[in-house]
């Protein structure tokens, strides 16, 4: 029996390889500005052509590098940064595993162009698929400059699976952000597509927050410093007002490399206890400084994953540093979210003395005796209760019109047919109504908007500016009236549907969504709109309904098309007939 165990190629072992550093053009963006940053650049500038697929470029004005290192550098495991297993558990540079550049060297075409300070000549060497195919010598300033063209290229199944040019611009926009929050001292520019994006100056870390996210921010940071033994830690975390239905204010840094940590997330998000509304996160950008000896960043290829030496201590260390800091500036719970201003004193109300408003009570009057005619009062209720109760009367199988609705565990509706009983649940009801209401409104025709008093003004990250761009024409024919204008939406009418919501609140939970519209995933983006719209608007569980609302609900629910299922596949109701219930009454 011959053998069937063999060793790959180099060829293949090396694009198996790149799957792991290289998911898409947004993780070449990141190891390419992390290598400018390890060069000690004072500026990195970031080209990138149709999001990334057919050019990533990462000038910067760093170290330089001679020749015979620039064709060292795409080799596989070749780094500058360890030399001996011990300098694994101290890492103070971004890379260290020598992947990076074999990888993408691996799957794409890249051209690197390289000059050190003081040398006469600057490099450029070429590379297709590992293979070199050009060297020669030209003149240019200090730095370097490398380009990664036709990504996935030898690979068409991975770059298949890419998204669309938004999806992968906002991840690159993702990657460069987290970058140019890590180091503020350093000037960042990004060009796509020939279109500056950013340009992001050299500054603190506070002007660097509100250049990338707006002025708006700036006034809802709260400074964070508190240094320990175990860590040191800076930056801000964000007012509770501040807080949003999603994650993307959430920024977390150990010795400046952005990190994704549940367990140290949850330490942040417990400080806020008490102050959040439900089903909002806190905003932060916090800086944690710790030994590199007592963390472990070599977990997984992409770095962003670290284990520490004592995180329980962690825990609490950053815990009480966040729950100080909102002490100091007093941040109290704010419980009337939804107060009515008209309740509100004047100010000037000290200047007037508050009166008792007088009341007249006439202890004669009896609307009952007025619309009986006078009719004694105690006639008229032996009256009623012999029509009621009097035994008489009552038709055991006769029907008596009470509603028969009910709310149980504030999420499901319970009512009656002939011979069942059907439970819904409400929320996922309500989205199924929603939904539908929404795939109407855009392709009607007809009026669809309901003009605003006093339009709302919402200052647009570039992130927001790029998804809107995306939807903005799906979201037009569903009611929503706007313009944009230098990075600011002024929203001048809203669908009829939403326009005693807050609407404001509606408009950023579109545009911060985490997850991306891709259309693979629904059958148009109308329909996968009108899905996050639904879910957005929906009453949620735990909300206690009126006995109309609870029968506006069945009512529209069974007029829909689909009644049986929610937008995304879940059942809304069951039905139990006479005999299911018979079932569990054996001595009926």
Known sequence: MSDIIKILPTEVLNKIAAGEVVQRPASVVKE???????????????????????????????????????????????????????DVFSITSMGFRGEALASISSISNIEKISKKKNADKTNIISLEGDKVTLEKTVFSEQGTSIKVRNLFYNVPARRNF??????????????????????????????????ELFYLKKSNLRKRISSIFGRKIDENLIPLNEKTSLVKITGFTLKPQFSKKSKNNQFLFVNNRYIKSQFLNHSINNAYEGLLREGFYPGYFIFLEIDPNK?????????TEIKFEDEQNLYSIINSSIKHSLGVYQITPVLDFDKESS??????????????????????????????????WEELQSKIENDIFDK???????????????????????TTTGSSVIILNQSLAHQRILYEQFLKLSVDDGVKSQKLVFPIEIELTKKQEIILSEIKDVVDSMGFKFSVKNKIVNINAVPPIISDKPIEEIFEDLLNKNDSYNIKESFSLSDLIAKKLSKLLSVKTGKTLKLKEQQAIINQLFSCKEPKLSPLNKQIFVTLDKKDLDKNFFNG
């Open 295 to 303: 963390i472990d960043v070599n977990v997984h290829p992409n770095k």
């Open 343 to 376: 309740m509100d004193i004047p100010y000037d109300s000290h200047k007037n003395r508050l009166k008792e408003p007088s009341i007249e009570v006439d202890s004669s009057f009896n609307p009952f005796l007025e619309e009986k005619n006078n009719e004694n």
């Open 32 to 86: 390419l500005m992390e290598n400018s940053i390890d060069a000690k650049s004072t500026k990195i500038k970031l080209i990138v052509r149709d999001s990334g697929k057919t050019l990533i470029q990462v000038v910067d004005n760093g170290e330089g590098m001679s020749k015979n290192d620039m064709k060292m550098s795409f080799m596989k495991h070749a780094t500058s940064k360890i030399t001996k297993i011990e």
């Open 162 to 195: 890419l998204k669309s040019d938004f999806v992968e611009l906002r991840h690159i926009i993702d990657s460069f952000n987290r970058i140019a929050l890590s180091y503020p001292d350093i000037e960042f520019n990004l060009i796509h597509n020939d279109e």
């Open 392 to 414: 008489k009367n009552i038709d055991i199988n006769q029907e008596i019109d009470f509603p028969k609705i009910f709310q149980v565990f504030n999420k499901y509706i319970i």
